[in-house]
């Protein structure tokens, strides 16, 4: 039995310190052992993006990371963009412009689509196809998905300016 | 999926690591961003029982460039390749190939490294860099030494690096005139069916240099000197092309997968090179 680590994360801003086996893949870790159920498990295999975190200022899939490699990192989810009382501007936008049907990759959808505004705050179509090429809907044909990305960006941009 | 148990290491640097490759031989791998070997071992395809993870390791995450030479640390990832914007001036072909590399997710973790180091004849970076005559550095038991790009493909998955070498570093000559990375592929992600590296120089109107090099049309990258040679001393017109494409498909050997069977394959290969032949030369 390969020895267990000894795991420190920072997950939404909460410390946390728990001992892990080396195979515990950091999606398991979220869902079952901290029950952060926001990402989700689709493909398991890297391709679907219904997992993606932010983990050190990088958008990553939980599903292709074992703990231990995650071990001292900042993590958010997204538990950690906004609360059902107050919903961050892409949460808002997904649903104002009908940006999910089913809504299983919407977590990993809008966990990215953060991560893409925070480093280009104003994107092309174009530029946001591009930045969201690692996330798969099989509902909505996208069209609905970037255009509420493009709004929200519009949104945090104009409110930006309003803070000036 | 859960892969099956291994003891897991991060060293804080080299000697650590080539310690535990020495005391643990075969059952020992290292990896970088792990996203081609933990989807094999997810699938119990790939087994090992003690992970090396390398991202503790000083010295592999930098990309310096000087006197025209670029070197660039095994940890690098894609991502980073396409956000270093010296890098775009003195090889824009790796920022062209790097985004057509997986997906912005998996280029966050993804290395150059690993991407060279794994021998999958469907990465992106082998060609790349047997097009641009790089040398890998490799450092062992033994110390160090250099491998060129062009000699370290053996097979699928077989490399010159040995089990207790690690690849720490890519080395190139900052590559002149015009270049392109074109790669068919089904989809975001996927691996190419055919994709093709090539820089050509041009002196009054004709061809003086060309590197030709494609992917994932061999089980290792194919560099053809002869597909380069016919373009020299032409103005790359349309028979030149017809004559480097011609070469080039004679050295491909392509097998029938699911991306199509052969005959598809040498024809998207064709294509392909026609396309990037001509983008190189209209830069160029």
Known sequence: MPEKLHIKLTVNGKAEEFLAEPRELLIHTLRERLRITGPHIGCDSSHCGACTVTLNGKSVKSCTMFVGQANGAEITTIEGLGTPDALHVLQESFREHHGLQCGFCTPGMITRAAKLLEENPSPSEEEVRFGMAGNICRCTGYQNIVKSILAAAAEMNASKEAAE | ?284
């Not at chain 2, 570093?169 to 002149?176: G, L, M, R």
């Not at chain 2, 032409?234 to 494409?245: H, L, N, S, Y």
Request: with cysteine; proline share 5%.
């Open chain 2, 1 to 284: 999926m859960i892969p099956a148990a291994f003891d897991y290491y991060r060293p804080k640097d080299l000697a650590g690591v080539l310690a535990l490759l020495r005391e643990h031989g075969d059952d020992a791998r290292v990896m970088a961003g792990g996203h081609s070997l933990i989807p094999m071992m997810k699938l119990r395809m790939a087994e090992v029982p003690h992970l090396i993870d390398l991202q503790d390791v000083p010295g592999m995450s930098e990309i310096l460039i000087s006197d025209g030479k670029i070197r660039i640390g095994a940890l690098v990832t894609q991502y980073e390749i396409i956000a270093h914007e010296g890098l775009a001036q003195s090889a824009p072909i790796l920022r062209e190939a790097a985004m057509q590399i997986a997906d912005p997710q998996v280029r966050y973790m993804g290395t150059v490294g690993g991407n060279l180091a794994n021998g999958d004849p469907g990465n992106d970076m082998p060609g790349l860099m047997q097009c641009l005559d790089a040398q890998f550095t490799l450092v062992g038991p033994d110390g160090e030494r250099s491998v060129a790009a062009r000699e370290f493909y053996e097979a699928a998955y077989l490399t010159a690096r040995t089990d207790d070498e690690v690849l720490t570093e890519i080395t190139i000559s900052a590559p002149t005139g015009g270049y392109a990375y074109e790669k068919q592929k089904r989809k975001i992600g996927d691996y190419a069916t055919a994709a093709a590296a090539v820089q050509i120089t041009q002196s009054g109107g004709r061809c003086a240099l060309a590197s030709i090099a494609m992917t994932n049309l061999s089980d290792v990258p194919v560099w053809s000197q002869s597909a380069g040679s016919a373009l020299v001393d032409t103005e790359v017109g349309g028979d030149a092309i017809k004559a480097a494409v011609a070469y080039m498909l004679d050295e491909i050997d392509p097998t029938e997968d699911n991306r199509g069977p052969v005959a598809f394959k040498r024809h998207v290969a064709g294509a392909i090179l026609t396309r990037a032949i001509q983008r190189a030369w209209s830069r160029a």
